[in-house]
């Protein structure tokens, strides 16, 4: 199987929902992946997770059973930046923390050759502020996939200021080996999907808050009213209140406009610990 600019082994540091998806639809397109995470349990069990879930395709005949072992066998658990030292591409696939991430990619700078590119699958934290921590900024970009990732086709091509020329086409020849549809962004805060989609739900919650319509009412109405497929309620839901609430918090913070303020109702259910579908209770109860 042919891979993008020779890319034949790639990183993934973070091994919770996210980077478990782009784990696997690098396997299936053919790559070694080496999925770190500083939880070597966490890595272990994202990969036979995966397992399962190519299973289950397995079973619905969508899937050869031969591929999806070699699938899963493409896959290596790690928990130390060291496992990293062959592969050519990392993408973070860390919290939506500037802190974490920063950490990260200078843990990055140091465990893989100078040659690796580096992405990042950040919601909405500047490229550009991530580059100018390792000694190859030009070699800095975010690959910003949508949730779930093995279905969704977008992904965000995010250059940083110092981002060059043959990183963005590395970057974009990657993303079309995984079978993806790749835009263009510039590193403003929320880039282009989250720069629309954060104010919407956020509003969704100011509407919840008010008293406007119930939860139900409310997503009812988006989904009918604007043919959307699913309502903002239980899309914040999917996506995880506190991922929600941080992205907010840089586009309020970044841009300073109050149209950006996370609503306290949003703030609330963080704060007592009501993140989604991920510990069973939102907006909804799961």
Known sequence: MSTAGGIRSLGVVGAGQMGSGIAQVAAQAGLDVVLLDA????AARARARIGDVLG??????????AAAGATTERIRPAADYSALAGCQFVVEAAPEDEAIKVKIFQALETATPASTVLASNTSSISITKLAAVTRRPDKVIGMHFMNPVPL???VEVVRGLATSNETFDATVELAKLFGKTTIAARDIPGFIVNRVLIPLLNEA????YEGLGSATDIDTG???GLNHPMGPLELADLIGLDTVLAIAEVLHNE???DKYRPCPLLRQYVAA???GRKVGRGFYKY
């Not at 939880?39 to 966490?42: A, C, E, F, R, Y």
């Not at 289950?56 to 059973?65: F, S, T, Y």
């Open 39 to 42: 939880n070597g349990d966490l």
């Open 56 to 65: 289950k395709l397995v079973a619905k005949g969508k899937l050869d059973a």
């Open 152 to 154: 969704m086709k977008l």
């Open 205 to 208: 919650c100011y509407a919840l």
């Open 222 to 224: 988006v989904k009918l």
């Open 255 to 257: 841009l300073g406009d």
């Open 273 to 275: 610990g009501w993140l």
